[in-house]
């Protein structure tokens, strides 16, 4: 299959990158391999299951459309028949109107919000999450049976296995649960990748699987063979079950809004990784202004998480809890503002659902109606009294500040000490509550989707009930005033959202193939000759070799005239085994009684030696490895020095660069300066 004509996903790392801005804490290799995380049970009829069957139904019809279009498209500026082209023409017309039929089938089902929501009965409005996007199985077999033949040089058939272990790692991770281990099962994968990609992903050569991937809101197929679009759709879906997990959250305790706010911030968090790293997204829900769009609506719902802690936890009905109460409301609707602009963008109007722009307009609305509301009950409901002098200086602070603007009229602190201006200005605020309440059912209205919600129906009613109720008890008969016009509220929040990085160093896993050997030299980046099998005598002298490092041992010198040099051992070589037995692994002692314990026969080497081109990484890796005798820190040095190695070749994304003001540039990955030869830890002549 040909690649998609849209450029190749990617993303790279500025040379200037430290450890700190790299984009993973990479796991750990080990000993013990597979995995303990498994996903939902496909077959199982859930409510989300069997809308993401649906889902994923559609989405493999709207391919199969898409793949028909093409095709009468390349016949019709094919063909110079014309009858040919009028049935191409009509055949063209079919199947654009499926495509719409099935793109609105696909749009109500990711305005299917209820699916998301708490099973709680507490009236809370609903939050907006995220479908999980949809993938075809990937058969990596025939690929890394390949590769691991040509390139390694070894039995491809002794790690079918860990083949296995691979597929079915992906295949769990395409039904995560929708909770903490659905999240570890998506980010064990994501981790997995990274050894995925030392091991079998030259820097020049891609290893001929296909991913497919659809487009979470439509559906829309993408296909290509680079590793990072395989890694940023997985961002993409952990950011998509985050949205999931919050909008599940009973929101009406702090625990859940703590619990909901903390979901909706890392599912921030991960859009934004996305936005920042990837570019040339093959589908548009991985583009810049969908990602963008992504992170305000998750940080309006955080905002609107936070409102709503501070009407549970504020007990009181003091003036200046009310305004406070007020401007909270005012900054989730400005937040929601912002997300409703970013959806009305050119490339965002026609592609973000219509229920989705219609909620985000509601609750715009909604929000600020409320903010007036709190307001007018802050100035109708609480006087100023004369023994309290200090609570009357901080209320008259708090309300010099409460406005954007200093309406026209006696200055806020004659109206603060008037009661009937009080209830004047209180009667304008309210006004505006109503207003506002109306306009968000109204928009309410208009969209079919959210008509079919009735706990938003619910919310709206009772809010513009409770605005109206309370008008009417302001208004008096003889008041024949005309209503004066409320100023805007100046937005205010004790708790700005966070947007919380993805950290994937919480799940630790181990090299699926690691039996390959430590990657500091058994990786597709490196390339050595075919293995050679060295059959060495001792001498009196000795075998006449220098050995160093751990986990492959290095044979650091040969000693001229020798025995190991007349065997044919070089420097430079690699041990890969002794006497048959692998010690790709084995430690610098291992080795050493190995051969310390061969009979009077000799023993039988098996080394490997890499090309020039590639000393100078592996000698970097190695030389990490010897400067700590401790297991763990050398483990974290080595896949440190490695990582931004792997993130730079594995996603060879356009990351923005960051500059410093030294103007020094390091070259990606140059840890170590220091030359091969001036590192003597571990070493010694047999």
């Not at 796991?27 to 303990?36: A, K, Y």
């Not at 048959?580 to 061969?598: I, P, Y």
């Not at 190695?622 to 996603?651: C, F, P």
Request: aromatic share 8%.
């Amino acid at each position: 299959m040909e690649e998609p004509a849209t450029r190749q996903f990617e993303m790279s790392l500025s040379d200037g990158a430290s450890d700190d801005d790299l984009p993973l804490t990479l796991p750990t290799e080990g000993s013990q391999s597979g995995s303990i995380r498994k996903g939902c049970d496909p077959f199982a009829q859930t409510q989300r299951s069997k809308l993401q069957h649906r889902r994923a139904r559609i989405n493999q019809q709207i391919n199969k459309e898409m793949r028909m279009r093409a095709g009468a498209e390349n016949l019709f500026r094919a063909t110079s028949n014309n009858k040919v082209k009028e049935t191409v023409a009509l055949e063209l017309s079919f199947v654009n109107s499926n495509l719409q039929l099935l793109k609105e089938e696909l749009e109500e089902l990711n305005s299917n919000m209820e699916v998301y929501q708490t099973d709680s009965e507490a009236v809370n409005v609903p939050m907006i999450p995220l479908g999980l996007k949809e993938t075809k199985e990937v058969d990596f077999t025939v690929s890394i049976q390949d590769f691991i033949c040509e390139h390694y040089g070894e039995d491809s058939s002794l790690y079918d296995k860990e083949i296995k272990e691979l597929m079915e790692l992906r295949q769990a991770m395409r039904t995560p649960s929708r909770n903490q281990a659905g999240l570890e099962l998506l980010m064990e994968y994501y981790n997995q990748m990274y050894y995925l990609d030392q091991r079998f992903f030259p820097l020049h050569r891609n290893l001929g699987v296909h991913f497919h991937w659809y487009d979470s809101l439509t559906g829309v197929p993408s296909c290509q063979r680079t590793l990072a679009f395989e890694k940023g759709s997985v961002l993409f879906n952990i950011g998509a079950l985050y949205t999931q997990i919050g909008a599940r959250q009973d929101r009406s305790a702090t625990a859940g809004i703590d619990k909901a706010i903390d979901a909706f911030q890392r599912a921030a968090g991960a859009f934004n990784y996305l936005k920042e790293n990837f570019s040339n997204a093959p589908s548009l829900d991985m583009s810049n202004p969908s990602l963008c769009m992504l992170v305000r609506l998750m940080v309006a719902q955080v905002q609107e998480c936070v409102f709503e802690r501070v009407t549970l936890t504020t007990q009181d009905t003091h003036f200046t809890s009310q305004l406070r109460l007020a401007q909270e409301a005012a900054r989730v609707s400005d937040v929601y503002l912002l997300v409703q602009q970013t959806m009305t963008q050119p490339l965002m109007k026609d592609y973000v659902p219509f229920s989705w722009a219609s909620m985000v307009q509601v609750k715009s609305e909604h929000f600020r109606a409320l903010s007036h509301y709190y307001a007018a009950v802050a100035l109708c409901d609480h006087t100023l009294s004369a023994e309290d002098e200090e609570g009357d200086e901080e209320a008259e602070k708090a309300f010099l500040q409460f406005y954007i603007n200093v309406p026209a009229g006696p200055p806020l602190s004659q109206i603060l000490r008037d009661p009937e201006k009080r209830r004047k200005l209180g009667k304008a605020h309210l006004r505006r509550a109503v207003i506002r309440h109306e306009e968000a059912m109204r928009v309410h209205s208009l969209c079919k989707i959210l008509r079919k919600m009735d706990i938003l129906q619910d919310v709206l009613s009772l809010t513009h009930k409770r605005s109206l109720d309370k008008y009417s008890e302001l208004d008096r008969e003889d008041d024949f005033d005309e209503t004066a016009e409320a100023p805007e509220i100046q937005s205010q929040t004790h708790q700005k959202p966070d947007i919380t990085p993805p950290n994937f160093s919480t799940v630790q896993v181990t090299d699926i193939f690691q039996r390959l050997g430590p990657l500091s030299v058994f990786c597709a980046r490196a390339r050595w000759g075919p293995i050679r099998v060295i059959c060495l005598q001792r001498g009196e002298g000795g075998l006449g070799l220098t050995l160093r490092g751990d986990s492959p041992v290095l044979v650091a010198g040969v000693v001229p005239g020798g025995c190991a040099a007349e065997a044919g051992l070089r420097e430079g070589d690699y041990i890969v085994a002794v006497d048959g037995q692998d010690c790709k692994w084995a430690k610098h002692g291992e080795v050493v009684h190995m051969l310390k314990s061969c009979s009077d026969r000799g023993v039988e080497l098996s080394v490997v030696t890499l090309h020039s081109h590639d000393i100078q990484q592996v000698e970097r890796r190695a030389i990490m490895l010897s400067h700590s005798s401790d297991k763990e820190n050398t483990r974290q040095r080595l896949l440190s020095g490695a990582k931004g190695q792997s993130s730079a070749s594995l996603l060879n994304w356009n990351r923005k660069k960051k500059r410093d003001g030294s103007g020094v540039t390091k070259r990606l990955g140059s840890t170590f300066s220091l030359s091969f030869g001036s590192i003597r830890d571990n070493e010694a002549m047999y």
